[in-house]
């Protein structure tokens, strides 16, 4: 295991220097419940990745790190708040599960959504634990610390970007805010009352090492033999970064702020070397990969493929969040396949030109239907995620996307993730908007909204030319449509669909996947289902 190239930051020296030797704290990890729609397109329910590369960086500084998992506490344990759900374990219980000596707590959010929930958790944490150091990670952190500070008086510390050295820095260094000026990458409120923000901390690069995520800390079983994952379920899923970052600046995209735009690849070998630990560990029998852009240069994910045959092993694999076009042509495609890729995701986002200029996506589209049309042949499942109702568009651009969408059923695309448009903070769409007075106030009332991407029930619209209403009806036509032509072209692909919903088994595509979730729902009885108010 690698080690963390900042021990050396354990200051050594007297307590009238004001720091101190650090001989290892008692630390608390939480993972608080998520937020969802029983109408959402996605389920969330996957492991978390993020907490458990945090968790991995602290303990091999030598604190005492321990996990309390919400979600996987609980997995059924489902409370009501209007018509959304909070999936886990209330504040209370998570309060009442961390140690009783604890000394810092780290709280994830990763999705703006969820804050909320997290700020439950960090108001009922300071009411049993008034003496800990309070932190917030994660892209809502990054990307509203000021709001999330100032929500929540509980909360110390947000820990802006990338967590394992930051966290590990704090862990080290604070035990007072006057500590914390001098670590990069954290934002607070002083005594005075002031907001400050230190400087930017340099991102996790090649020559930076970090541990593995900590899984052995995790009860990974609950996530493991769920049908619930990231990708399509094929078995015992568990989630994999193989790179970080990347290169592009969508204007919808929270990446810049929280990642900036260095695209940084492991070693094909490392990746491989903890896959194969998770195969033997965890019996895992899929890989989800959750890197934002895995596929960016064609010499290294052949490299990785080249292993796998190497290596003689035998697991499916998937690229769920969506990749790149540029690197894979047939020869990439049919060397995913050949090493048990089953499922990836194409990200154009729109079918009109004119829209992916303003956004500053940059995509080819002929060159992308080349590539989507070499990934069919060589037996791939496609799914393409899209987004309509971004703010300058059209009714004509948005019919341009739709003529897109039904193009690429007809050339075998598998899936359509059509998402409305929700503008993410962090996100250059999300300042303009807030300047323009379209988001007036950041409150409970507009985290919610942000659930509409994925809710096809909810009528939600920043889109000055087409209403919230109208963008569903525009979403239910592509995808009624596009499943007819891909059913009609590809007659065995509705057999395939009919056995799949039938059997309960045998998912290939993320529509099935997404139905049994919800036919399996329906059927389960949550352990408590309650009536909460905020």
Not at 68 to 92: C, F, M, N, W
Not at 181 to 204: C, L, P, Q, S, Y
Not at 284 to 298: A, G, H, P, Q, S
Request: aromatic share 10%; charged share 25%.
């Amino acid at each position: 295991m690698s080690t963390l190239s900042i021990i050396s930051l354990e200051p050594a020296s007297t307590s009238s220097d004001n720091v101190f030797i650090c001989s290892g704290r008692k630390v608390t990890l939480v993972h608080p419940p998520l937020i969802g729609s029983k109408n959402s397109w996605n389920n969330r329910m996957t492991v978390p990745i993020g907490l458990a590369y945090v968790a991995g960086s602290a303990r091999e500084q030598g604190h005492d790190v321990q996990i309390v998992d919400a979600v996987a506490s609980a997995p059924d344990l489902a409370r009501t708040v209007g018509k959304y759900i909070h999936q886990g374990l209330d504040p209370e219980e998570i309060a009442q599960r961390v140690r009783n000596d604890v000394e810092v707590i780290g709280v994830a959010c990763m999705f703006t959504q969820d804050w909320p929930a997290a700020r439950g958790v960090l108001n009922a944490l300071r009411a049993r634990f008034p003496n800990a150091i309070l932190v917030l990670g994660g892209e809502h952190a990054t990307a509203l610390p000021e709001i999330s500070l100032r929500e929540c008086p509980s909360l110390d510390f947000c820990v802006l970007g990338e967590g394992e050295l930051t966290f590990a820095d704090i862990l080290s260094r604070v035990r007072t805010k006057s500590d914390a000026r001098d670590v990069a990458g954290v934002a607070f409120v002083d005594d005075e009352g002031n907001f400050v923000k230190t400087e930017a901390r340099k991102r996790i690069g090649k020559k930076t090492s970090v541990p593995r995520p900590a899984w052995d800390l995790f009860d990974l079983e609950p996530y493991l033999s769920s049908t619930n994952c990231f990708g399509v379920y094929r078995g015992r899923s568990i989630g994999v970064l193989g790179t970080r970052g990347c290169p592009y600046k969508c204007t919808f995209c929270s990446n810049p702020t929280m990642y900036g735009q260095l695209w940084v690849p492991r070693d094909p070998a490392d990746v491989l070397d903890e896959i194969e630990d998770y195969i033997r560990d965890y019996r895992v029998e899929n890989v989800d990969f959750y890197d934002l852009t895995m596929i960016i240069k064609r010499d290294w994910i052949l490299k990785f493929c080249e292993l796998i045959e190497e290596r003689g092993l035998k697991f499916t694999w998937q690229l769920p969040s969506g990749t790149r076009s540029e690197a894979i042509d047939e020869e990439v495609a049919k060397a995913l396949y050949r090493t048990g890729c089953r499922n990836i995701g194409y990200a154009p986002e729109s079918g009109s030109p004119q829209v992916l200029k303003m956004v500053k996506k940059e995509v080819h589209l002929p060159r992308l239907i080349e590539s989507i049309k070499g990934a069919v042949r060589a037996g791939l499942r496609i799914k393409i995620n899209m987004i309509i109702g971004f703010p300058f568009e059209t009714r004509s651009n948005i019919l341009e996307t739709t003529l897109f969408c039904w193009k690429l059923a007809y050339y075998g695309v598998d899936d359509p993730l059509i998402s409305i448009f929700s503008p993410y903070p962090g996100t250059v769409l999300f300042d303009e908007l807030r300047k323009e007075g379209r988001i007036p106030a950041i409150n409970d009332e507009y985290y919610e909204s942000m659930l509409a991407c994925n809710d096809p029930t909810v009528p939600a619209s920043f889109c000055r030319a087409v209403g919230g209403f109208e963008l569903m009806l525009w979403r239910l036509l592509i995808m009624i449509v596009f499943y007819g032509i891909s059913f009609v072209t590809r007659p065995r692909r509705l057999i395939q669909f009919i056995r799949s919903l039938w059997t309960g088994q045998g998912r290939e595509t993320a529509i099935e996947n997404r139905l049994l979730e919800i036919f399996a729902l329906k059927k389960k009885k949550p352990v408590r289902m309650e009536i909460a108010a905020e």
